[in-house]
């Protein structure tokens, strides 16, 4: 995904298959305090990155999220994906 497309809040999942999927919420972006350069905070929603916090640089954020998703009943779909019915 590209920088302009990733906003705080919203889900994102890395697009993987069986046990390395995984959806994390950006959560904050913030200046690191010692260096000025931007650091992307997330907390991970489900997957592999459940129940885990981390942080990382805007371009690898960008580079590990494949889509933006969102939860619907019990299943994370990708936005943007709905199919019209015929």
């Not at 697009?15 to 913030?30: C, D, F, H, P």
């Not at 990382?56 to 779909?77: T, Y």
Request: proline fraction near 2%.
């Amino acid at each position: 995904m590209s920088l302009d497309e990733l906003e705080v809040g919203f889900f994102y999942s890395n697009g993987a298959y069986g046990r390395t999927w995984g959806v994390r919420q950006l959560a904050e972006i913030a200046a690191d305090a010692k260096t000025g350069e931007m650091i992307y905070h997330y907390k991970g929603i489900a997957g592999t990155c459940r129940r885990k916090k981390g942080y990382c640089s805007p371009a690898e954020f960008a580079r590990w999220a494949k889509h933006q998703v969102v939860l619907l009943e019990n299943d994370w779909k990708r936005v943007g994906d709905d199919t019209p019915d015929n």
